[in-house]
Nanobody, 126 residues
């Protein structure tokens, strides 16, 4: 059982930066790959970034690659998403997710992801 709590969302202007945080409960955080998804109004939930258990392997959807950075601190049971050069099209509710492996993330199998946070809203104005 894993509980996830996101924070750091807010209203910013295009070109600004935000850092999202996701705090996970329990002593088993280091056994889960972690990911960030987002969902805009009228759109399906989509993968933003994923990081392996060790932090060595990462994946980003093409539209955010070079602008966003996912990282994790296993000692603090926390995963981060640093978002730079934000664009209006980044506006969405951002969800933290946990899963034992990367396959469900990268394959786009949203329903296969084991645990979800409740989300934090990011709004980017132009």
């Amino acid at each position: 059982q894993v509980q996830l709590v996101e924070s750091g969302g807010g209203l910013v202007q295009a070109g600004d930066s935000l850092r999202l945080s996701c705090a996970a409960s329990g002593r088993t955080f280091s056994t889960y790959a972690m990911g960030w998804f987002r969902q805009a109004p009228g759109k399906e939930r989509e993968l933003v970034a994923v990081i392996s258990i060790s932090g060595v392997s990462t994946y980003y959807r093409p539209s955010v690659k070079g602008r966003f950075t996912i990282s994790r601190d296993n000692a603090k049971n926390t995963v981060y998403l640093q978002m730079n050069s934000l664009k209006p099209e980044d506006t969405a509710v951002y969800y933290c997710a946990a899963d034992p492996n990367l396959r469900d993330y990268v394959s786009g199998n949203v329903g296969g992801v084991d645990y979800w946070g409740k989300g934090t809203l990011v709004t980017v104005s132009s």
